[in-house]
C-alpha cells in the first residue's frame, strides 16, 4: 500500500505540483522565515536579560518582555518545523517512502478537490433521479459534503504517519526474534558486525531495513565506526521501544565482555530484557481491549441488529416505514428505504471498518506465520468459482417461483458460495501446510534441546540429529530431522551441504526460526561441539519462552472478540432471519387493516443480507487480526466457513419463522 501512495503521490505532482526549482524556492523562503525568527529570538531574549539587570525580575517591564519572549519562542518553533520538517523526515525514512512533503501535501489537496467533486456528480445524478427533500438534504447531503472531503484530506495527508505508527506497533513483537537472531550469532562468534548482518537477513521489515542500514552507514563511510552507527540505530528505534534500545545496548556490551560466561551473561540479559518488555507491551493491550471492543461490537453488531428488530415494532407503533412515493420520489413521512441502506448498508459498516482499523493498527506484533504460498492455480479457482457463482444464481432465479418462502435470500446463495468456494479453495492446502510448520516449531525447542543434550554428551552432530529424529518419531519435526538423518547417510554430504545446500531439506523451507537456527546449531558444532550443545541447549529455552508468550499474547487477545465471533456468525443472522419473517406478517396485516405503505418485505430482508455479508467481512478482517495480525490465509479460509454459515443460518431462521407464522 505504501508504495502505491508513492506511486500515485508522484504521478500527481508530476501534472499538477511543483517542480524541483518551485519546492527548493519554497524551502529557501521557509529558511528565510526560520533565520529571521531566530534572530527575533536571540533579540527577545537579550532585552529580557538586560532588563533584569536593569528593573528586576519583579517588575512590569520584565513580565512583557517575558511574554515577548513566549510568543517569539512560539512562533520560532512554528518557523523551524516548517522548514527542517524533521518529524517528517523521519517518517518517511523509517517507511521507506521517498517523498517530499510538499507532494503530500498537492496530493492530498487533489483528493480533496476531486472527492468533493464525485460527492457532487453522484447527489446531482441521483437528484435527477429521485427529488431530495429539505429532510434528506439537512439530514444526509450536508453532512457528506462537510465529512467526507475533510476525512479525505486528513487521511491522504497524515498517511505516513499513519503507516508509521502501525509499523511501530507491528515491530514490537518482532523485537524479540531480531534480538535472538544476533544473541544466536554472537554466541558462535563475538562479532557485532556478523550479528547485525545475519538478523538483518533472517528479520523482518523494517527492522531489517534498519539493520542493513547499519551495515550500509558503515560501507558509504557516513559513520566513523560500527559502533557508533549501531548505538544511532538503537536510539533511533528506542523513541517508541525502550526495552529494544536496552536490549541493544546489552548486545553490544557483550561484545566488551572478557570471558566466554560473561558474553552469555549479557546476551542472556538482553533476551531476557526484550522478551519481558514485549510481554508487559502486548498484555497493556490486550488489557486495553476492553472499551474498543465494546464500542465496535456495539456499532457494528448490537446497533443494526436493535434497529433491525426494532423496525416492525415502530411500524406497529405508528413510524411509517415507507418506500420511496413514485409520484415525487420523496417519502411522506418517517423512514424511506434509502435511510435503512444508508444506515444498515453504508454507514454502519463502513464505521466499522474503519475503527477496527484504528484498533489493529495499535496492535503490536508476533511471531509471524510461515510464508507459504498459494498462488498454484489460483486464476482456474477463481474462473471456477465465478462459474459456480452464476449457475447457481441462474438456477436460483429458474426456480424463484419454488423458492418464495425466503425470497429474495436464494440470489444471494450463487455469489455468496462463489465467494466461499475461491476463498477455501485458494487457502486450503495453503492453511493445512502452514498448520504443519507452525506445529513444527512448537516441536522444535523439545528437538533442539534433545539434540543439544546429545552432543554435550559428546556424540557427533550427525549421529545425534539421527537419535534425535527416533526420539521424535511421530511428530512433524521428527519426520523432517528423519528426512535430514536419511539424506545424510545416503548421500554422505556435510551437514551444512545436507541441510543448506543445492539440494538441502531447509534450503527453501518455510520456516524462518527453524532455518536459521539451524544454521547456528552448524556453526556452532564447528566451532567447539561441547560448547555448542551447551548453547543448544540455551537457544531451545529461549525459544521455549518466545513460544510460550506467543501463545499467552493469543490466548489474551482471543478473549476479547470470542463474543463477537459468536454473535456475528451465529445470533445476528439468527435474529435478523426472526425479525425478517415477523415483518413479513405484519406487511400482509398493515396491508390489509390501513392504507400505510410499508417497505416491501423481499426489499427489507435483502437489505439485512447484504448487512450480514458486510459485517462477515468486517468482523472476520478484525478477529483474524487480533488474534493472527496481517495473516491473509487465516483472514481467507475464516472468511469462507463465516459467510457460508451466515447466509445459511438467516435462510434457515426465516424459512423457520414464516412457516411458524403461517
Known amino acids: 500500500m505504501s508504495r502505491f501512495y508513492e506511486r500515485v503521490c508522484k504521478k500527481v505532482n508530476s501534472k499538477l505540483g511543483m517542480d524541483r526549482e518551485e519546492i527548493e524556492e519554497r524551502r529557501e523562503e521557509n529558511k528565510g522565515g526560520y533565520v529571521e525568527r531566530g534572530k527575533e529570538l536571540r533579540k527577545a531574549e537579550r532585552e529580557l536579560r538586560e532588563t533584569l539587570v536593569v528593573d528586576g525580575k519583579e517588575s512590569e517591564k520584565y513580565r ?34 521517498d517523498l517530499e ?22 447527489v446531482f445524478t441521483w437528484n435527477l433521479f429521485y427529488p431530495l427533500g429539505l429532510f434528506e438534504i439537512l439530514t444526509y447531503i450536508i453532512p457528506i459534503f462537510l465529512i467526507l472531503p475533510m476525512s479525505v484530506l486528513i487521511v491522504t495527508a497524515n498517511y505516513p504517519e499513519i503507516l508509521s505508527e502501525r509499523l511501530k506497533a507491528s515491530t514490537i513483537g518482532k523485537a524479540p526474534e531480531c534480538i535472538n537472531y544476533m544473541t544466536m550469532s554472537m554466541r558462535v562468534r563475538p562479532s557485532l558486525y556478523r550479528a547485525v548482518s545475519f538478523s538483518a537477513k533472517n528479520t523482518e521489515e523494517p527492522m531489517a531495513s534498519g539493520l542493513k542500514k547499519v551495515l550500509w552507514n558503515i560501507h558509504m563511510n557516513k559513520r566513523s565506526s560500527l559502533e557508533e552507527a549501531f548505538l544511532e540505530f538503537a536510539l533511533e528505534w528506542g523513541e517508541w521501544n525502550e526495552e529494544l534500545k536496552r536490549s541493544l545496548y546489552a548486545v553490544r556490551s557483550a561484545i566488551l565482555e572478557k570471558t566466554t560466561q560473561g558474553l552469555y551473561s549479557a546476551l ?10 514485549t510481554e508487559r507491551k502486548v498484555k497493556d493491550y490486550a488489557n486495553s ?28 407503533g405508528g413510524l411509517d416505514i415507507s418506500s420511496i412515493d413514485s409520484s415525487n420520489g420523496t417519502t411522506e413521512a418517517g423512514l424511506s428505504l434509502i435511510h435503512i ?67 429474495p435470500l436464494h440470489y444471494f446463495w450463487g455469489p455468496v458460495i462463489g465467494i466461499s468456494f475461491y476463498c477455501l479453495s485458494t487457502t486450503l492446502e495453503a492453511k493445512k501446510e502452514r498448520d504443519r510448520i507452525i506445529k513444527m516449531e512448537r516441536e522444535f525447542p523439545d528437538l533442539l534441546f534433545q539434540l543439544g543434550s546429545r552432543i554435550t554428551e559428546g556424540m557427533p552432530p550427525e549421529k545425534a540429529i539421527q537419535k534425535t529424529a527416533d526420539a521424535m518419531k511421530g511428530t512433524e519435526i521428527g519426520k523432517l530431522f528423519a528426512d535430514i538423518s536419511s539424506r545424510l547417510k545416503l548421500d554422505r554430504l556435510p551437514l551444512d551441504d545436507a541441510l543448506f545446500g543445492e539440494k538441502g531439506t531447509l534450503k527453501d523451507f518455510p520456516s524462518q526460526t527453524i532455518k536459521a537456527t ?41 478473549s476479547s472478540v470470542g463474543m463477537m465471533k459468536a454473535t456475528s456468525t451465529i445470533f445476528a443472522p439468527l435474529v435478523m432471519g426472526i425479525v425478517g419473517a415477523l415483518y413479513y406478517m405484519l406487511e400482509s396485516i398493515f396491508t390489509e387493516i390501513s392504507n400505510v405503505q410499508l417497505i416491501h418485505p423481499t426489499s427489507f430482508i435483502a437489505v439485512l443480507a447484504v448487512y450480514l455479508i458486510s459485517m462477515s467481512f468486517v468482523i472476520t478482517y478484525f478477529t483474524t487480526g487480533i488474534e493472527n495480525q496481517v495473516d491473509i490465509v487465516e483472514f481467507k479460509h475464516q472468511l469462507g466457513i463465516v459467510l457460508i454459515v451466515n447466509i445459511m443460518v438467516f435462510s434457515l431462521a426465516v424459512f423457520v419463522g414464516k412457516i411458524g407464522m403461517l
Open 341 to 407: 441502506v444508508l444506515l444498515m448498508n453504508v454507514m454502519s459498516p463502513l464505521g466499522a471498518f474503519v475503527y477496527s482499523y484504528k484498533i489493529l493498527g495499535d496492535r503490536p506484533g508476533t511471531m509471524s506465520p510461515p510464508d507459504v504460498s498459494f498462488e498454484e492455480g489460483i486464476y482456474r479457482k477463481l474462473a471456477i468459482s465465478v462459474i459456480l457463482a452464476v449457475s447457481l444464481t441462474v438456477i436460483s432465479i429458474f426456480f424463484s417461483s419454488h423458492l418464495t418462502v425466503i425470497s
Open 289 to 316: 481491549l476492553s472499551t474498543p471492543t465494546t464500542i465496535l461490537f456495539a456499532i457494528g453488531i448490537l446497533l443494526p441488529l436493535i434497529i433491525g428488530a426494532m423496525l416492525p415494532m415502530m411500524a406497529l
Open 518 to 558: 539451524m544454521k547456528t546449531v552448524v556453526e556452532l558444532t564447528r566451532k567447539d561441539p561441547k560448547q555448542a550443545g551447551k548453547t543448544i541447549l540455551q537457544i531451545s529455552q529461549y525459544l521455549k519462552d518466545m513460544e510460550e508468550m506467543d501463545h499467552e499474547i493469543k490466548s489474551e487477545l482471543s
Open 268 to 277: 542472556e540479559k538482553a533476551n531476557q530484557i526484550i522478551i519481558e518488555g
Open 101 to 122: 512533503y510538499e507532494e503530500v501535501i498537492v496530493f492530498s489537496v487533489f483528493n480533496t478537490i476531486l472527492s468533493f467533486i464525485l460527492i457532487f456528480l453522484a
Open 64 to 97: 512583557k518582555k517575558k511574554k515577548k519572549v513566549e510568543k517569539v519562542e512560539k512562533d520560532f518553533e512554528i518557523a523551524k518545523k516548517r522548514y527542517t520538517r524533521e518529524d517528517f523526515k523521519k517518517t518517511t525514512t523509517f517507511t521507506g517512502m
